[in-house]
């Protein structure tokens, strides 16, 4: 890895990282009386670490490889393997949090693993350890892949990277030890989320530098869904963070807004990390490798641009209808309901078009394990966004909100989209990346895709089974207008669910262990195979689709 | 509610932002050719750049058994 950066790259890595141990130790220090020391010394050893990796380097022997000839690909496999790392760790996480909920003695006592603080591990952990790597490293595949160029320099795929696992560690570590500012999905703190908005800047920079450099006039479509990833999670990410520090010697800060505000600005922000962090970014994804896999174009490019600019449009104005029935205006629930019934239509498009497009190829489909991932991932898909729209209307949310409906719908979505797709696209990549024949193992990819596929339904089947009983239980009342149930009924009558529902989690986390071991054996056991032409080309847009006559 | 006068701002700016690029789109010729850039991804019997394909063709040389 370290062989193909340049002399004044690895200063430039060396002079970063041991930036980056000079702000742990300054956070060290500063923060000695609160947890944020923590951070610190967390900061300091992960740079530290990577300062001696460079520094070991520093003067071995200059690349000899000519960089026009290839694509730049070592963080691309990287964030792969870190992906999956994450997906195993907050997998695991999810299992013992829902095991906790079935049997609450197995939290042992301890403060850090009281469920509000291994809850946020395990969905930082999924969305943005397992996602993001996930999202970082078929990014920059694609980029280069669909511009036919490569990145422009080699030492900012790095930062991003690294620097957004950095934030991963943050914000894991900080949850156990107590450090949170209580918003959903953007829990860590003022200092991770500064250092997340650099991160994630040159990310952008280098997105538009490689779009730059493209020798492909066309601009393919996955490109824009991740561009929309990107550019929109930026700015969701710094208007819902915005908040005072208590101290700059402490991790405790105050939000700039207060109460019902506050709210609308954080379900602002948490629906479109849905839409922008788990929708767009994944579909970028799907529109690239259920295409390449199955051998055939997508079946309408250009309903997969008009569901895209769709998205764009409708996605961002929904938020609001996580708030029914609260001190939030009539009219903006109304609002946020119209826009979610709306988006039905450009969500409803991709599935519709990923489907198509396996159609007259369904023996690929029953053959290949992988592009079964990918259809699999497009039922879902299709299906969760119907849920989502119908959840959204505001008589079923009076039954379906803050009930196990909800986990339910987020799990269908997350586990049979997100993850769904994520897993058929490592299938599809490694192979590619390492310049492997095929996978280590295709029977392992098969039993991943059952235990993924039936864990998944278990799962959702238990929390819509545990979210409607548990929302008719609540508005059942007596004939004296009382209510019919306590809360311990609803308890009681939801165990069996949550038995269930942490077996399902199990099979998953069971299905990511096998890929994870599946993907560590392909690269090394399976042979080096010089595999179809990877290099950055011509194109033939410009040419007339009949050569002319010789 | 004076959030809504920061987010829906905010909020329609995001939204023009998207509607100009959606111009730039239009007008860099982006949509004139949708089933060829659908189906150009697929194809890898592409030449290699001009500057590089000096290089590669005695490095293809090498490897070749």
């Given at each position: 890895m370290m062989s193909n950066l340049t002399s004044p790259e690895r200063a430039r890595a060396m002079l970063i990282t041991g930036a980056g141990v000079l702000i742990g130790l300054t956070m060290a220090v500063l923060g000695r009386n609160d947890p944020m020391g923590a951070h610190g010394w967390i900061v300091l050893l992960f740079c530290g670490v990577l300062f001696f990796i460079v520094a070991d380097k520093l003067y071995d022997a200059e690349p000899v490889e000519d960089r026009s000839i290839s694509y730049y690909d070592d963080p691309t496999k990287v964030g792969i393997l870190l992906a999956l790392f994450w997906a195993v760790v907050a997998m695991g996480m999810g299992v013992w949090v829902a095991s906790q909920l079935a049997w609450p003695d197995l939290r042992f006592d301890a403060a850090w693993s009281s469920f509000g603080r291994i809850r946020p591990v395990h969905t930082s952990g999924v969305i943005f350890g397992f996602g993001g790597n996930a999202l970082i490293a078929t990014s920059y595949h694609i980029m280069q892949r669909t511009s036919r160029a490569r990145m422009p320099d080699q030492v900012s795929p790095w930062f991003v990277l690294l620097g957004f696992n950095l934030f991963c560690v943050v914000a894991a570590s900080g949850y156990l030890i107590g450090i949170t500012q209580s918003k959903e999905y953007a829990e860590p703190e003022w200092y991770a989320d500064l250092w997340l908005v650099i991160v994630w800047v040159v990310y952008f920079v280098l997105y538009i530098r490689t779009l730059a450099r493209r020798n492909e006039p066309h601009i393919y479509v996955a490109n824009w869904y991740y561009l929309s990833f990107i550019l929109v999670v930026a700015i969701l990410h710094i208007v819902n963070n915005l908040a005072v520090p208590a101290s700059f010697t402490g991790a405790k800060s105050y939000s700039a807004f207060a109460g019902v505000q506050d709210a609308m600005v954080q379900w602002w922000y948490g629906h479109n990390a849905v839409a922008f962090f788990l929708t767009t970014g994944f579909l970028g994804m799907l529109y690239y490798f259920l295409p390449k896999r199955a051998g055939r174009p997508i079946y309408s490019y250009r309903l997969s641009i008009l569901s895209f600019w769709g998205i764009v449009f409708f996605y961002i104005w929904v938020g609001s209808h996580h708030l029914h029935y609260t001190a939030l205006p009539q009219w903006v629930q109304t609002l946020g309901v119209t826009f979610s019934v709306m988006l039905l239509v450009p969500s409803w498009a991709s599935a519709g078009n990923a489907l198509m497009t396996l159609n007259g190829a369904w023996h690929k489909v029953r053959d290949d394990a992988t592009l079964r991932f990918m259809m699999v991932a497009a039922v879902f898909y299709g299906l969760s966004t119907f849920e989502g729209s119908f959840m959204a209307i505001r008589p079923v949310n009076a039954l379906s909100h803050y009930t196990d409906w909800t986990v339910g719908h987020v799990h269908s979505g997350a586990m049979g989209w997100v993850a769904m797709i994520t897993f058929g696209s490592i299938y599809a990549l490694t192979p590619v990346l390492w310049r492997r024949?095929?996978?280590?193992s295709w029977k392992a990819v098969e039993w991943h895709f059952w235990l993924a596929l039936s864990g998944t339904v278990i799962y959702v089947f238990a929390m819509w089974n545990s979210g409607i009983t548990q929302g008719l239980m609540w508005r059942t009342y007596t004939e004296s207008g009382t209510l019919r149930f306590s809360f311990v009924d609803t308890l009681i009558a939801m165990h069996p669910y949550y038995i269930a529902r942490a077996f399902g989690g199990l099979l998953f986390f069971a299905g990511a262990c096998i890929c994870f071991w599946n993907v560590v054996m392909t690269i090394r056991r399976v042979p080096h195979h010089a595999s179809a032409i990877d290099y950055p080309t011509t194109s033939e847009a410009m040419e007339p689709a009949v050569p002319a006559a010789e | 509610m004076t959030i809504l006068a920061f987010l829906i701002p905010i909020t329609l700016g995001m939204g023009a932002v998207g509607l100009c690029v959606f111009f730039w789109s239009l007008r860099s010729n982006q949509y004139d050719d949708l089933s060829g850039d659908a189906e150009r991804i697929l194809f890898d019997e592409d030449r290699p750049l001009p500057a590089a394909s000096a290089r590669l063709s005695n490095t293809t040389k090498e490897t070749a058994p």
């Open positions: 024949e095929a996978m280590y | -």
